[in-house]
T-cell receptor
Framework: DVKVTQSSRYLVKRTGEKVFLECVQD?????MFWYRQDPGLGLRLIYF???????EKGDIPEGYSVSREKKERFSLILESASTNQTSMYLC?????????????FGEGSWLTVV | KNQVEQSPQSLIILEGKNCTLQ??????????LRWYKQDTGRGPVSLTI?????NTKSNGRYTATLDADTKQSSLHITASQLSDSASYIC??????????????FGTGTLLAVQP
């Protein structure tokens, strides 16, 4: 089974702190994604990566950055956490997004910024 | 504007009953449509994926339909079980230039199955 592992399930951080969310997948997938999920808004794409060291901005990249130094690992970085970044963060990976390519999600990381 | 709208927002049914969830989309150019199940506090799990040439796709008690002409999809759940209580998310993939399609997510239908 494909496994997408998010290292932290629950985090509480202070405003202004630098926050790292780590995601690892074990299926050699090209594509990896970071989403945030807020009630009533659905999943919104923050950043995605289609190859090592390659990244593209999603719909809401402001206040975030990412790193993909190795194929299996995709990190989301909040340079200076703010309270409006309190949310659930979902990492996903897939071999592609065309037909036949399943997108696998991690279990989510709940971040609270106080 | 690419949009995916789901209805109803929430639904309560009794165990053993059937139900149908709706998804309407205004997306172009269309690549494929997916349904995901998300248990509370967990990540979404794939149920079905369909391209424009497929009308129906089943996964156990879950059956998805797609009408590419009217841009509508439905997810039918047969003989519901308590474990079906979850949020069901419709996701439409939009073709774009480059390596990766764009995924447009609906806000989900929250289903509660009661004994």
């Amino acid at each position: 089974d494909v496994k997408v592992t998010q290292s932290s399930r629950y985090l509480v951080k202070r405003t202004g702190e630098k926050v790292f969310l780590e995601c690892v997948q074990d299926m050699d997938h090209e594509n990896m994604f970071w989403y945030r999920q807020d009630p009533g808004l659905g999943l919104r794409l923050i950043y995605f990566s289609y190859d090592v060291k390659m990244k593209e901005k999603g719909d809401i990249p402001e206040g975030y950055s990412v790193s993909r130094e190795k194929k299996e690992r995709f990190s989301l970085i909040l340079e200076s956490a703010s309270t409006n970044q309190t949310s659930m963060y979902l990492c996903a990976s897939s071999p592609g997004t065309g037909y036949g390519n399943t997108i696998y999600f991690g279990e989510g990381s709940w971040l609270t910024v106080v | 504007k690419n949009q995916v709208e789901q209805s109803p927002q929430s639904l309560i049914i009794l165990e053993g009953k059937n139900c149908t969830l709706q998804c309407n989309y205004t997306v172009s150019p269309f690549s494929n449509l997916r349904w995901y199940k998300q248990d509370t506090g967990r990540g979404p799990v794939s149920l079905t994926i369909m391209t424009f040439s497929e009308n129906t796709k089943s996964n156990g008690r879950y059956t998805a339909t797609l009408d590419a002409d009217t841009k509508q999809s439905s997810l039918h759940i047969t003989a519901s079980q308590l474990s079906d209580s979850a949020s069901y998310i419709c996701v439409v993939s939009v073709v774009r230039g480059g390596a990766t399609n764009k995924l447009i997510f609906g806000t989900g239908t929250l289903l509660a199955v009661q004994p």
